[in-house]
């Protein structure tokens, strides 16, 4: 019987964790499955699916910068996908190709079950407008925190993000000028600025004193950001590691029905950082 194929897809892909992650995942289940990284050309997306799907794929991961295209090509979308605008996961069967997106709900478990944060009627601040912000906005506001705030460079853009999903909770935007004196629970940095070794302009003082940080990227080493709240005396100063496996394990759930231990995962994939 042929294995059911899986992938991740992007530009560029090589360094993606995700085959590591989901070959844990159908070990630890007993699943057969087999899961690669496929790198495709920019403009290519409807074509490799296709070709994907007529040789058995079954399912696709989709990472920057496609998240976007997945979403226009699927033939039917979650809530949370088409209120994300992005798609992560993509399933495909003979009824079309579904999307869906996990990295809110991969975000939201990792702070709450791996880190025991308890958001409810917090204050969380979110740094940064983009596209992986907007995909996380509304699981967090699913948590009932007493106000999230997204500061950005561009205040219309952060404007514009909390009005898309104020009908959710209590959300603002503004600029980070606008953050003196204000006082977080929560800060998650959701800017790619801690790639290139920026920090956005924050302002001393803005920790309550158990407060916990926390940046959507990963790797070896503290960010910028993750050294700054460090330095400010966050409680609990965190990167975005378990966020990955958190929605890869979400989106092995949507695809296989069965849901993966994740905390021995995390661990493997942190030794090898």
Not at 84 to 102: E, F, P, R
Not at 116 to 135: E, F, P, S, T
Request: overall charge negative; hydrophobic content about 40%.
């Amino acid at each position: 019987m042929p294995m059911d194929k899986y992938a991740v897809i992007g530009n560029p892909i090589a360094h993606s964790k995700s085959p590591f992650i989901h070959a844990a995942f159908a070990e630890q289940t007993g699943q057969s499955l087999s899961y690669t990284a496929e790198l495709v050309e920019i403009g290519k997306v409807p074509e490799f699916i296709e070709q994907f799907r007529a040789n058995g794929g079954r399912g696709l991961n989709v990472t920057v910068p496609f998240k976007l295209d997945a979403w226009q090509i699927a033939e039917q979308l979650s809530e949370r996908a088409q209120r994300a605008g992005a798609v992560n996961t993509l399933s495909l069967n003979d009824k079309g190709i579904a999307g869906d997106t996990t990295d809110g709900v991969g975000l939201v478990n990792d702070l709450s079950h791996n880190h025991q944060l308890d958001l409810q009627n917090r204050n969380i601040l979110i740094l940064g407008a983009g596209g992986a912000v907007r995909g996380i906005l509304e699981p967090l506001l699913n948590l009932s925190p007493a106000q999230l705030v997204i500061a950005n460079r561009t205040v219309e853009k952060a404007t514009q993000l909390a009005d898309d999903f104020s009908d959710l909770g209590h959300i603002t935007g503004c600029g980070f000028d606008d953050l003196a004196g204000e006082k977080f629970d929560l800060i998650i940095n959701g800017t790619s600025a801690s790639l290139s070794g920026e920090l956005p302009p924050l302002p001393d003082n803005i920790l309550q004193s158990s407060a916990a940080c926390y940046d959507m990227m990963y790797g070896a080493n503290d960010t910028v950001f993750m050294q700054w709240a460090r330095q400010q005396g966050a409680k609990k100063v965190l990167d975005g590691l378990g966020m990955l496996v958190e929605q890869a394990a979400e989106s092995f759930f949507i695809w296989r029905g069965v849901r993966p231990q994740t905390q021995s995962v995390i661990k493997l994939l942190r030794q090898q950082l």
